[in-house]
């Protein structure tokens, strides 16, 4: 979905309503104590406190990175159906508020950089198997990223109920047909139920203050190549770029978010910035409203992933038997990407579960 629908159509909007009130229905409902309820009664040693977090936020001064003073003009074409400056200040504005930050590591000691890592592998396995949108994966990044920066000394055996609720709710948000609770709960091997999940989606939901609809890395990628590859009078909403070398760019991107060091960046940055290798600095200035020296930065700390990306060859559009061909550039893939990061897989399997094949899902788009 193009990143700026959201602003044209009330549709996430309701969702999130809808998704508030059926929280707090459940809220109100006796849980069942199960094998995993000490797991939760930790969360709440370790300060999960959602009301306080919801009404301290986050600090602005926390941000990893250097918000703009002053909305740059739009770079966006003439649109037919709006206006370009009102979307493009929207845009920008979102990117603003939805703070974002590496810093919350410092929150948490008994966390790693290595465990974020392979947490957000683990769900882009999970969501190539329920053939979820690149969308849907980088909304469960953003809602992780940022509610770990509400919280304070969260245990890491908490990290994959917190991954998995993320992506839950992500799904929920972005697909047509999203995944069933109980298949969440699935692919947790047995680690958590249902309603653990339930509970973790109403404290991640208030300390995020319902904020679910953020313009992510990926969106920003798939406006600027959209933007590089139309016609002079095309429709932006009508998809012109090649697919081939979109997924090319997605996997670097992919790549990209799973160091931490990614945070310091807006997510916008780092979309000019992965768009600033594969076509000409000139046009990703043009797409993007950023200068050479507003991404050069961004840009030379990704040269290395350039490189380990550019050892794994060629990615491939994925054949999914239930996806129409124009959408299939769309469906997260996964590939080794903590190899590739790394030299190697440092307990992956260990970690997590192996998630069910694709052709597991019931449900189709």
Known sequence: MSPFVSLLLPRRAALSGRLQKRSENVLGQKGK??????VLESAAKSRLLVEAASEKGVDRDEAGYEGDSSVQPSPLPHLRWGSSEDVWVKMI???????????FMRKHPRIQPRMRSILLDWLIEVSEAYTLHRQTFYLAQDYFDRFMLTQDDIEKNMLQLIGI?????????????????????????GTYYEDEILQMELIILKALNWNLCPETAVSWLKLYFQMASMNTNSDLLEPQFPQDTYIQMTRLLDLCILNINSLDFQYRVLAAS?????IQRETVEQVSGLSKEATQLCVNWMAPFVESVGWSGRAKLRDFTTIKAEDKHNIQTHV???TMLDGSKNEVDDQFPTPPNSTEKPCTH
Do not use: G, W
């Not at 504005?93 to 810093?103: F, G, I, P, V």
């Not at 992965?274 to 594969?278: A, C, D, I, K």
């Open 165 to 189: 609720t993320c992506l839950f709710i992500a799904a929920k948000m972005e697909e047509a047909c999203p995944p069933k609770l109980s298949q969440m709960a699935y692919v947790t091997a």
């Open 93 to 103: 504005n979102r990117e603003q508020s939805y703070r974002h930050s590496k810093s």
């Open 33 to 38: 104590v199960t094998k995993n309820q000490l």
């Open 274 to 278: 992965v768009l600033s290798h594969f």
């Open 336 to 338: 080794d990407y903590l």
